[in-house]
């Protein structure tokens, strides 16, 4: 007797990894839905970021994209470069590695492992 079992499938588009942002090759934050913007993401985890306006207006926090994509809730009046971000006014899409200063941020740091040798 043949028996078959249910097969379940899953709609793969209603998962998304949550971001990974990074400063200068350094894991600092998971971006989440929770954030506001990446400028609050950043500065929840102590990361020194110049802003002003908060809007994309003034670009006072213009910063460089090493890797990643960002899309914008508010559209940036700023001319940005190929390779620049609003954080202020913006989500991260994709993993981001962020040319900023870590020195005070709250760093993630992981456990290296060890080979027995």
């Not at 213009?62 to 914008?72: A, M």
Request: hydrophobic share 30%; aromatic share 6%; net charge negative.
């Amino acid at each position: 007797m043949k028996v078959s079992s249910p097969t379940l499938t899953c709609n793969k588009s209603l998962f998304k990894k949550a971001p990974i942002v990074s400063l200068r090759g350094q894991p600092v934050l998971l971006y989440t839905q929770e954030h506001q913007s990446l400028l609050h993401a950043l500065e929840q985890k102590k990361v020194r970021l110049f802003s002003e306006c908060r809007n994309g207006f003034c670009g006072a926090c213009k910063t460089r994209l090493n890797s990643g994509t960002v899309s914008y809730h508010t559209e940036p009046l700023v001319e940005l470069e190929e390779n620049e971000c609003l954080p202020c006014c913006c989500h991260a899409q994709t993993d981001l590695d962020l040319d900023l200063s870590f020195d005070e941020a709250e760093v993630i740091h992981y456990p290296r492992i060890m080979s027995v040798s």
